[in-house]
């Protein structure tokens, strides 16, 4: 019973093209986050979203759009991908904002642009 | 702004050995301290945390002691297996009220050879 499970896994599509993530949490939790892993491990959060609501907007580029239609679900939907977009990304959820709220992680979903 | 600096890696052991990865933090206030592990192909998980200062979090035969006097909250093992082989990421959230947001550090790799 996976607590925070994205899809799909394994993600490679040519540049140009336009695809989604998907993540889903079953914790019950109200905040949810995107982050980047690049191919040194080092760890870049991208969106942060609150009850559906965006709280935090790093300074992403536009084309990649977070959407979250519930409090559970919060998807990630990337426009005209391009070389540098590959990366591992990573769904995560959390109880809340507070400062000692413990984040759960999905597996990841490594994206390969080609 | 906030940050967390760790050693980077990678680390090689033997098993059995003593581990120490050092942590040190920069943040107003009294943040929260983490340590997340992300063993290979699979997402990050909590290790342990601490919520202030003097508290020691422990798991899993690892610890890390809440240093405030010296921005510190480094980890340490008593006696590595090659299973604890992983990236760990030290990481803070500040305690600054508003919505809060989980820094990073660049994660370190330990590798233990049997």
């Known amino acids: 019973d996976t607590a925070v499970s994205q899809t799909p896994k394994y993600l490679v599509t040519q540049m140009g093209n336009d695809k989604s993530i998907k993540c889903e949490q079953n914790?019950?939790?109200?905040?949810m986050y995107w982050y980047k892993q690049d191919s040194k491990k080092f760890l870049k959060i991208m969106f942060s979203?609150?009850?559906?609501?965006?709280?935090i907007n790093e300074t992403v580029p536009n084309r990649f759009s977070p959407k979250s239609p519930d409090k559970a679900h919060l998807n990630l939907h990337i426009n005209s991908l391009e070389l540098g977009d590959s990366a591992v990304y990573f769904c995560?959820?959390?109880?809340?904002?507070?400062?000692?709220?413990?984040?759960?992680f999905g597996q990841g979903t490594r994206l390969t642009v080609v | 702004g906030n940050s967390v600096t760790q050693m980077e890696g990678p680390v090689t052991l033997s098993e059995e050995a003593f581990l120490t990865i050092n942590c040190t933090y920069t943040?107003?206030?009294?943040?929260?301290l983490f340590w997340y592990v992300q063993y290979p192909g699979e997402g990050l998980q909590l290790l342990l945390k601490?919520?202030?200062?003097?508290d020691k979090g422990s798991n899993k035969g690892f610890e890390a002691t809440y240093r405030k006097e010296t921005t510190s909250f480094h980890l340490e093992k008593g006696s590595v297996q090659v299973s604890d082989s992983a990236v760990y990421f030290c990481?803070?959230?500040?305690?600054?009220?508003?919505?809060?947001?989980?820094?990073f550090g660049i994660g370190t790799k330990l590798q233990v050879i049997p």
């Open positions: 914790l019950g939790h109200d905040t």
């Open positions: 990481a803070l959230t500040p305690n600054s009220g508003g919505y809060q947001k989980v820094t």
């Open positions: 601490a919520t202030k200062a003097d």
């Open positions: 979203y609150n009850n559906k609501e965006l709280i």
């Open positions: 943040a107003t206030g009294y943040p929260s």
């Open positions: 995560a959820s959390s109880q809340g904002p507070g400062t000692s709220a413990e984040a759960f």
